[in-house]
């Protein structure tokens, strides 16, 4: 690494996006992770849209008895 970095020449917000979209990781434990691939695989569907659906399906039930 240098001592000094010359930054007179940078752009503040270059890369700055206000509409950027930030996906969080989502960790499952081992036992659930390997049920839900399983189903995903015999279902032709992948793991992301198996696990959105049952999500929202969840959602839906939660918001149902309100």
Do not use: C, W
């Not at 970095?5 to 206000?18: H, I, L, T, V, W």
């Not at 049920?35 to 039930?61: P, Q, R, W």
Request: proline letters at 3%; hydrophobic letters at 35%.
């Amino acid at each position: 690494m240098q001592d000094e970095y010359d930054f007179s020449k940078a752009e503040r917000g270059k890369f700055y996006d206000p509409n950027a979209r930030h996906n969080m990781p989502l960790y499952l434990e081992e036992e659930v992770l390997k049920y839900f691939t399983a189903k995903a695989e015999s279902k032709g569907v992948d793991l992301n849209t198996l696990i959105n659906d049952l999500l929202k399906k969840d959602i839906d039930l939660i918001e149902g008895i309100k």
